[in-house]
């Protein structure tokens, strides 16, 4: 059965810190991996990983994927009480649906 | 050019009513997905539909759970005969086309609760 697991499922930080949030996976039809932030409403897009070693990067926020090891990981610097948030991994199917498979989730929590 | 549009946002029915929830995709998006958000848990697919068309209908329980998407108006998930483990959030996601090397876009959910 295909499946996408997070890790930590949470964490406490305090501002300033910098966090590293795991997603390994195993899909059989894999296409590509997402990272999505879900504040009280609905996932917003962050990244989307689909080769292997190339980093992806917007602001204090960056990600990369393996495909080897099959795993991806989030790097938040420099830490803000706006990055509390729980943040979601899903890998794409590549099979005809093309539909999302989620990890569970690691809920972030930033102290000021 | 308005988001993927859900509604309500939030809807509390008593056992063994139906819960009906709605799903405006994108201007443009000819594909909708739903998916299910437990409390405590990730996301987790339930169906996917073109226009007129119910692609994949996998991760959709059995019994009581149904779901169109007509060449009009927007997609509906309906639930019949609720019961308390029905409560939870249900997202709808639109995206342009077949599903390639584009992230769907989600709408802020319909939080339905059963007392």
């Known amino acids: 059965e295909d499946k996408v697991v997070q890790s930590p499922l949470s964490l406490v930080v305090h501002e300033g810190d910098t966090v590293t949030l795991n997603c390994s996976y195993e899909?059989?039809?894999?296409?590509?991996l997402l990272w999505y932030k879900q504040e009280k409403k609905a996932p917003t897009f962050l990244f989307m990983l689909?080769?292997?070693?190339i980093e992806k990067k917007s602001g204090r926020l960056s990600s990369i994927l393996d495909k080897k090891e099959l795993f991806s990981i989030l790097n938040i610097t420099a830490t803000q009480t706006g990055d509390s948030a729980i943040y979601l991994c899903?890998?794409?199917?590549?099979?005809?649906?093309?539909?999302?498979?989620f990890g569970q989730g690691t809920t972030l929590q930033v102290k000021p | 050019n308005a988001g993927v549009m859900q509604n309500p946002r939030h809807l509390v029915r008593r056992r063994g009513q139906e819960a009906r929830l709605r799903c405006s995709p994108m201007?443009?998006?000819?594909?909708v997905y739903w998916y299910r958000q437990l409390p405590e848990e990730g996301l987790k697919f339930m169906v996917y539909?073109?226009?007129?068309?119910?692609?994949?209908e996998s991760g959709m329980p059995k019994e009581r759970f149904s779901a169109e998407f007509p060449k009009e108006g927007p997609s509906i998930l309906r639930i019949q005969q609720v019961v308390r483990g029905d409560s939870a959030a249900y997202f709808c996601?639109?995206?342009?086309?077949?599903?390639?090397?584009?992230?769907?876009?989600f709408g802020q959910g319909t939080r339905l609760t059963v007392v």
């Open positions: 996601a639109s995206s342009p086309r077949h599903r390639g090397n584009t992230e769907a876009f």
């Open positions: 539909l073109q226009k007129e068309n119910i692609i994949d």
């Open positions: 899903a890998v794409v199917d590549s099979s005809n649906t093309g539909k999302l498979i």
């Open positions: 899909v059989t039809n894999f296409r590509s």
């Open positions: 201007k443009g998006h000819s594909h």
């Open positions: 689909t080769s292997s070693g």
